[in-house]
């Protein structure tokens, strides 16, 4: 037992960890075709590890489980220089460490392969070891980077832990995952449209939420933990464009989601248009992106959106209204330098500037 009981709950990452390799390319190579880069950079990555330093920069507590192979040392020093903790890590003698070979244009726009390697070496027996450390007020975040996927879910839930994953990427592997038992589900607008494509695959889907973006004044009073908001102020928040084709399709395939998971809260990111929340039956969020017009690398905005959105809940108790802001703020920041992890702002920045 504690001899000082824990203020704050923590959250527990399974997650994916990599060596990327970076090409930076006037633009994407096409089929058949070949095209020299002018720069490699070769850094840590993997969705697990950027949203690992992306919680520990945004003041969370959290403790990474993942496998990387001999050559992956290196990531562990990386998280730790950022105060994650790393004891839950372990080495893999058989395989090699993950890697992504990321193609990175002109615009800052990003194409990825994976190679999971370490990543996909967890086992039941690992998990259930990671898992005895937590209690049931503690979170845990994934990704479908790993192995297990569908029984880290299961055990998380089964022990009453606050239960997120990035459904990143949609494949087949995904299918096997029970969505129903996951608390916070982040997805980006393709992977919203995938989703919804595997589910119409086993089932006609008939929308039976039309969510509404609108809100009084009233709702926006006294939400002085809202980014740039004074306490006692009437703000207006803005209506998604419903005439933009991505917005449009997102409200489409979000209205379609929480018909299929009304237990699960769904956070749809749009990159440049903004992000989408929605429950089971109550009014959805609308979260406009913060505008820079230095947009240089967009490869951790997503993992960094992540990170500062589950802090800004978990750590600092605030609303999933302000928890949008704080995210969208921090991705806002994260594009504005190149890299994933190393492009990610600290607390300060965010939460107390």
């Not at 390697?117 to 998990?127: A, M």
Request: charged fraction near 25%; glycine fraction near 6%.
């Amino acid at each position: 037992m504690e001899r000082f009981p824990r203020i704050y709950p923590r959250v527990f990452n399974f997650g994916s960890l990599n060596i990327d390799y970076t090409y930076d390319v006037d633009e994407f190579v096409k089929p058949g075709e070949t095209i020299t880069s002018s720069h490699l950079t070769v850094s840590e990555g993997g969705k697990g590890l950027n949203q690992s330093v992306a919680l520990a920069r945004a003041d969370a507590e959290v403790y990474h489980a993942g496998m990387i192979g001999e050559d992956g040392a290196s990531l562990v020093d990386f998280m730790k220089s950022f105060g994650v903790h790393t004891d839950l890590i372990e080495t893999n003698t058989e395989v090699r460490t993950g890697n992504a070979i990321i193609q990175r244009n002109s615009h800052g726009d990003n194409c990825i392969v994976l190679y999971p390697g370490s990543n996909r070496s967890l086992t039941r027996k690992y998990i259930d070891r990671c898992l005895e450390r937590t209690e049931p007020r503690d979170w845990i975040l994934t990704q479908n980077e790993t192995s297990e996927l569908p029984y880290i879910i299961e055990q998380a839930h089964r022990r009453e832990l606050t239960v997120c994953l990035n459904a990143s990427p949609v494949d087949e592997l995904l299918e096997q995952v029970d969505l129903s038992l996951v608390d916070y589900l982040f997805v980006n607008e393709g992977e919203a449209q995938a989703l919804v494509a595997q589910a119409s695959q086993r089932q006609e889907i008939t929308s039976t939420q039309h969510l509404e973006f609108f809100y009084t004044p009233e709702d926006y009073q006294g939400l002085d933990d809202l980014v740039g908001v004074i306490p006692g102020e009437v703000i207006d928040v803005d209506r998604p464009d419903v005439s933009n084709e991505i917005v449009r399709k997102s409200i489409d395939n979000l209205e379609k989601l929480i018909t299929l998971y009304p237990t699960t809260t769904i956070i749809l990111t749009m990159g440049d248009q903004g992000a989408l929340l929605a429950h089971y039956g109550e009014r959805a969020l609308y979260q406009p992106r913060f505008h820079t017009d230095n947009v240089v690398d967009t490869t951790g905005a997503g993992d960094t959106f992540t990170g500062f959105f589950i802090s800004s809940m978990m750590t600092h108790g605030n609303t999933e209204l302000a928890a949008l802001s704080h995210a969208a703020l921090a991705a806002a920041f994260a594009v504005e330098k190149k890299g994933a992890a190393r492009s990610i702002p600290d607390a300060y920045e965010i939460f107390y500037a």
